[in-house]
């Protein structure tokens, strides 16, 4: 990965190399902030451009020894320590047993990860993974080998918020008296729940979602994309370029999600129970994955009332036929029922997860919203 890779977050790029050029290089790092911004892709760049035999003033130069193994994630001295948890072709869950696939979803993605898609990756059954004991207490004795090849060992800890609380005084020891010549990059989408002593020994970088320009310029590169696509596609993703990247990929911009749950809460609303009944089939025949997808859908629906409440509808990314919806729906969702009405649907996202009957779901949620939509507001 070299910087040239990397979408927009041009401030931290310059940053960083010059961190590189004044040697001042900080021994831990914490890469934060907002999800699809670019923080795996920022690191791996880095930490190639450290180590690159024939570094330039921009950039690694992509072809020395150094670069070429960088690219396949194959440096003796790159280390990844990732979420991960049991499945069924793993029962001794660690980073190393999952390294392959790890690597090959890495090059896949250009580093542009999440952790939902991650854990689809590892083939889990049930979602949580987390950062283990093992492969903390295992840090210095891969770190003790002497480093042939490159002038930085690099130990890459991503999604560290996912940190089994144990090992967390654990890894404090390793940062407090860190090897020789070692890199640690922690990378976080929610710091606040990184204890404090941890982020105190780190250096933090915080990276803004991207802006509507860089996520179509990331776009238009990844993808072949018609522009009319990418102007509805950057509306939506709000910074993210994971988001868009999968939008572009599944053609799915909502719609098809909109009609769908419009329909349904029209028909909870009315409480119109038979038509509710044969819808149950047609989400049925949606299957696993939009289901889930409508049903995260809707929890952003609600979101949007909630904004549409506090009177902060130009922070709404909605537009046309979706905007009126809201505007009227945001009558029945508001700071009194958000909650229970999350819960809900993040219950329903867990059981699809868990092969819960689609028919049984659907209709149980749909008795739930008849009644939270004609309760009268408190
Ligand atoms: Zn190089």
Redesign the pocket.
Known sequence: MKFADIVGQQEIKRRLINSVKDQRVSHAQLFHGAPGSGKMAMALAYA?YI?????GPDD?????????K?EKLAHPDLHFIFPVTKTSAVQKASSREFLGTWRNYLIERKAYINLEEWYRQMEVENKQGIINTEDINSINQTLAYKSFESEYKVMLIWMVERIYHAASTRILKILEEPPDKTLFILISENPDLIPLTILSRTQMIRFAPLSDDELTEGLLSRKQIAAADTAKIRFKAGGNLNVALQMAETGDTDEENFQFFRNWMRLCYVNNFASLYQMSADFVKLGREKQKSLLRYGLDIARRCLLMNYKLESKIRSEGEELEFIRKFSDFIHPGNIDTISAAFDESIDNIERNANGNILFINLSIKMTMWLRAVRK
């Open positions: 190639q180590n690159c035999r024939r570094r690694s130069c992509g072809q020395c020894p150094s670069c070429v960088y």
